[in-house]
């Protein structure tokens, strides 16, 4: 029987590169990718306006990237333990799908999630793509204990070999006999939010320089590997490259 399916956008909030949304497509007849603003967050949260703003544009450039698959963001204000129940019966959902979270706070959320989702009778899917690793796949390895120096993650991660190819982002061919069923006033009810929501002053904000998206991600990406020289036949090197400087601002959100 085809699926009512959420997609839970949280720190991956891209298309290229995750599993879980692909998950949610087989058997799916209706699927909404949701990302869930928490009111805590923008309260307790010692986040800086440029910050937010980086969220912001990287939502608006996953509500675009959407779009082109005739989908949309639904940007859902609220506590997962409160959303998820009105959720699940509102849209009468079937299937969950979302990245696994290895922070403490973010296992104690998702179990409580994964409890609300069995009681609604909601299957769960969870996909590893924040890490290039199962975290705990390597403290089974590890005879149930963390590795606590960087020479012994080296040699587990040996035994384990190299991570996954990274999965390619859903085209409408993926999308073929599911639809995300929204209204005119979507924008109104699960709209991305702004500033002024979030409790920022515009006026306050810096020159934009690293705007937020997986699309602006992947074109800085795309720019540093180009600056790339080789340094022998096995190994390359660029002057100025460094890990973090293709989405400095992001690193809670990433989109590359």
Known sequence: MPHSCIHWFRKGLRLHDNPALLASLKDCAE?????????????????????????????KDLDSSLRKLN????VVRGTPAEVFPRLFKQWKVTRLTFEIDT?????????????????????????????????????????????LTYNRLQALLKTLGGPKRPVPRPTLEDMKGTCTPFSEQH?????????????????KAGPELYPGGEGEALRR???????????????????EWTADSIVSLGWNWPTV
């Open 187 to 203: 924008d109104e009810e699960f709209g991305v939010p702004t500033l002024e929501e979030l409790g920022q002053d515009p006026q």
């Open 31 to 59: 699927l909404r990718p949701i990302f869930i603003l928490d009111p805590w967050f923008p309260k307790t949260m010692q986040v800086g306006i440029n910050r937010w703003r980086f969220l912001i544009g990287a939502l």
């Open 221 to 239: 990406l795309e720019q540093h590997m180009e600056r790339v020289v080789p340094v022998s036949s096995n190994r390359t090197i660029s002057p």
């Open 103 to 147: 922070e403490p706070y973010a296992q104690q959320r998702d179990a409580q999630v994964l409890s609300l989702a069995e009681e609604h009778g909601v299957e769960v899917i969870q996909k590893i793509s924040h890490t290039l690793y199962d975290t705990e796949r390597i403290i089974v390895e590890n005879n149930g204990k963390a590795p």
């Open 71 to 74: 989908s949309r963001l639904f």
